[in-house]
T-cell receptor, first 110, second 113 residues
Framework: SQQGEEDPQALSIQEGENATMNCSYK?????LQWYRQNSGRGLVHLIL?????REKHSGRLRVTLDTSKKSSSLLITASRAADTASYFC??????????FGTGTSLTVIP | EAGVAQSPRYKIIEKRQSVAFWCNPI?????LYWYQQILGQGPKLLIQ????????DSQLPKDRFSAERLKGVDSTLKIQPAKLEDSAVYLC???????????FGQGTRLTVV
């Protein structure tokens, strides 16, 4: 399978805490992206990191990529109740073909 | 700009019936995807179009699923005949040639009973 796997499957934290979720994949990639999905909604793009990058920031998001370990992590700092959602990594073996992982369900308790 | 439009939002059918989903991508987006998302799982790529040509349909169950993208714009995904295990949300996404970010529609929730 070309899909990645996220862990943990579910994560529950208090508002203000940091949330970290991990993604492991099997094939070589061109880039890796993270998406958020609120319940019953479509997916929203959060951040993209290319295979030659090791770390990227966007607002409260920090993504790291270790191509030697075929893994990535997404850190959300100072979490808010509105961050409650499922988070998916999507690996792109080629330019515009990408495959989603199994997802991490994040619950932020106010 | 308008987002990716999908219809219907919900559909309930009996097994062995046929169903069709429609997607209107963001104007000018050359790439269009159909994903199947079963409850509790990540989206699974069914088919990818580049303009009106198929790039990847390796995970499309071709004995019952078909998809087309006429004139490289709108797309339809059809299931005939439906099985219970086809119950899922069907997501359409589009992407332009200049950026590597996909925009998703709200999805169509299919229930096969």
């Amino acid at each position: 399978s070309q899909q990645g796997e996220e862990d943990p499957q579910a994560l529950s934290i208090q508002e203000g805490e940091n949330a970290t979720m991990n993604c492991s994949y099997k094939t070589s990639i061109n880039n890796l992206q993270w998406y958020r999905q609120n319940s019953g909604r479509g997916l929203v793009h959060l951040i993209l990191i290319r295979s030659n990058e090791r770390e990227k920031h966007s607002g409260r998001l920090r993504v790291t990529l270790d191509t030697s370990k075929k893994s990535s992590s997404l850190l959300i700092t100072a979490s808010r109740a509105a961050d409650t959602a499922s988070y998916f990594c999507a690996t792109a073996p080629q330019g515009n073909q990408f495959y989603f992982g199994t997802g991490t369900s994040l619950t932020v308790i106010p | 700009e308008a987002g990716v439009a999908q219809s219907p939002r919900y559909k309930i059918i009996e097994k062995r019936q046929s169903v069709a989903f429609w997607c209107n991508p963001i104007s000018g987006h050359a790439t269009l995807y159909w994903y199947q998302q079963i409850l509790g799982q990540g989206p699974k790529l069914l088919i990818q179009f580049q303009n009106n040509g198929v790039v990847d349909d390796s995970q499309l169950p071709k004995d019952r699923f078909s998809a087309e993208r006429l004139k490289g714009v709108d797309s339809t995904l059809k299931i005939q005949p439906a099985k219970l295990e086809d119950s899922a949300v069907y997501l359409c996404a589009s992407m332009s040639s200049s950026i590597t970010e996909a925009f998703f529609g709200q999805g169509t929730r299919l229930t096969v009973v």
